[in-house]
């Protein structure tokens, strides 16, 4: 397996040379100047990625990574911790919203147990092929004890989304999106984003799937106390992770990574994947390049890691659910932006006169 | 033809009883409560709309509603008046952007000559039986100098916008989107939008395709001569549109009565379309149960339209080109939110369970 530190000496920028001819060829299609907006500016990114005025992202892919957190004994989630291991099994079922989601752009879905309690072993699952274990334990550790998981862990669970991720993109798959599930898991990302982005907690701790007022505040005390015992370094994305993060989160990170060293592009979903984006980020800055938000989280925190990030979400729809399902639905809108840019003619070829 | 009085009386507001038992079935999804947001409201008013609990929009068609004005004399356009018929020959040789996105979403482009100066009936069309000629006149009159067209004609480009949606529902489209081509055209859609809205010139007329500064001081003088010369009515949609409307725009404001009267969605696009709609409205408030706003425009005016009518648009991306593209893309979401409707098992048939 490569090691963490390769990995990030491998992140080459974006090519802009690219953005710039895919820029010149927009300024000629027969429509008024950027007329499509954002539009352009995503369909020029994936020219830059992918370094041709070809893009594609015809094949793609979804890995949505699983984990439960320790620190749902302290009261943070409105569902039982066993709804983790039943929603993987919904999954692998085709039956939860990722799935009518991804069937509907062409996504391949793979579930990665990247430590969920539940053993998942022994089943007999209709679509076994689409999920990978790497139960590196069985949930994390509650870390307002202590640590959520050992720095070894933390590299692994990167390593290990990582792995999964090349694999995808080894395989021919061009446009990958991240996705979660972890019944808590609000929790850690609301941690790491109040780390990394130096947010209060009363902006950054939201209800997740819905936990009343009393929730929001064991939540809040949670994440309070859990930075105060571990102290997470803000500039160490694995000392973060390690200490506040989660085993899912890690593997996002991983993805994340993987996008920007093989130069493939990425979609990372809401509020947890964006803190797995924002351990990618702190390990190595430049992975933003090769990122695409694809919607904006109606969790109160979603908003500030994505200006961090300097990220732009494509939907803003209220969708709060998670599995990867804002990530996968704005696939629909990036296909429109490679629609545009290859198929529509230029002034030229159409024979309409441009601007007097 | 049918009458403009009897289309008025035959529309129904949407079935609330349906509404509720869609309402109902979201809550069982296996997933927290309505966490996919507006989604869930999008499906839920398919429901309605269709009268049904498996709503479909499968099947897809754009109208583009094509017209010629007067007031591109005044010098409100970046663009030359002949670019009109250009870009009708575009669409019908596939190779604009509202090819390419209904491409995309699998929906048929029809193009509607309401009024265009061009003759294009002795060209040798590609896809000839995709163009519709109901020229009503050869573009309007300059309405800085009197009415833009007579008050019959205003309502002929009605019933016709009317007749043509109406065609392609009976052949079974379950979801029509308005598009619109004719340069000058947000000049007559921004005097529609400050009429019907009472909203300031500052705020409704904008750039359009990109005028300068000269030219957006020129658009504005023209839409408050037009107002001043012509005095059009604010309660009364057909005085508006024949005193500083257009004749794709009333063909649009027809689609919109056509989807109403005959219970079927219907999407609208941007600021010219949004102008369309606002005549509908004027005619008959109980259209919006049954439209929804594709996006909203980068056109500074549209954002007041949508408030006007309230209506909620689907996308936010900075995009101003018309045609139906925001609509026709906007689709992709729908169709989004009804595999979520559709395809999502219950809680109790996923075996998952619900909050503690």
Redesign the interface.
């Known amino acids: 397996m490569m090691q963490l530190e390769e990995i990030i000496k491998g992140i080459q920028p974006i090519d802009q040379e690219w953005i710039t001819k895919a820029r010149e060829r927009t300024a000629q299609?027969?429509?008024?100047?950027r007329?499509?907006?954002?539009?352009h500016e995503i369909s020029e990114r994936l020219c830059g990625i992918q370094k041709t005025l070809q893009p594609s992202i015809k094949r793609k892919a979804v890995l949505v990574m699983a984990g439960d957190h320790g620190v749902v004994n302290a009261g943070v989630s409105?569902?039982?911790q066993?709804?983790t291991g039943?929603?993987v099994?919904?999954f692998l079922?085709g039956?939860?919203?990722i799935?009518?989601?991804s069937?509907?752009v062409a996504a391949e879905v793979f579930v990665v147990d990247m430590g969920i309690i539940a053993d998942l072993s022994g089943l007999d699952l209709p679509a076994s092929d689409h999920l990978v274990t790497h139960k590196i334990a069985s949930g994390t550790a509650d870390f307002t004890q202590g640590a959520a998981m050992s720095s070894r862990e933390a590299e692994q669970s990167i390593l290990l989304g990582f792995q999964e991720a090349t694999k995808r993109y080894q395989n021919g798959v061009e446009i990958l999106g991240t996705g979660d599930m972890g019944i808590g898991n609000t929790t850690p990302s609301a941690a790491i984003g109040a780390v990394i982005c130096d947010v209060g907690l009363d902006k950054m701790v939201g209800r997740g799937?819905?936990v009343d007022d009393e929730g929001l505040a064991r939540k809040r005390d949670a994440v309070s106390r859990a930075i105060e015992v571990n102290k997470p370094a803000a500039d160490d994305g694995l000392d973060v992770l390690a200490k506040v993060g989660g085993f899912e989160i890690g593997g996002i990170a991983g993805c994340v990574l993987a996008g920007a060293y093989h130069q493939r592009p990425v979609v990372i979903d809401g509020f947890i994947s964006t803190a797995g984006a924002l351990i990618a980020n702190a390990l190595c800055p430049t992975v933003t390049d090769y990122l695409f938000a694809g919607h904006c989280s109606?969790e109160s925190g979603h908003r500030f890691m994505l200006d961090y990030l300097k990220l732009d979400p494509?939907?803003?729809?209220?969708?709060?659910?998670g599995e990867g399902?804002g990530g996968a639905?704005s696939m629909?809108?990036m296909?429109?932006a490679v629609?545009?840019f290859?198929?529509?003619?230029t002034f030229e070829?159409?024979?309409?006169?441009?601007?007097?």
Chains 1, 2 share one sequence.
């Open positions: 299609l027969v429509m008024p100047t007329a499509l907006g954002r539009l409105a569902y039982p066993e709804v039943a929603m099994q919904t079922a039956g939860a919203g799935n009518a989601i069937r509907l799937t819905g109606e494509i939907l803003d729809l209220g969708m709060r659910l399902t639905l629909s809108i296909e429109g629609s545009i290859k198929e529509v003619l070829e159409a024979g309409v006169a441009d601007k007097e």
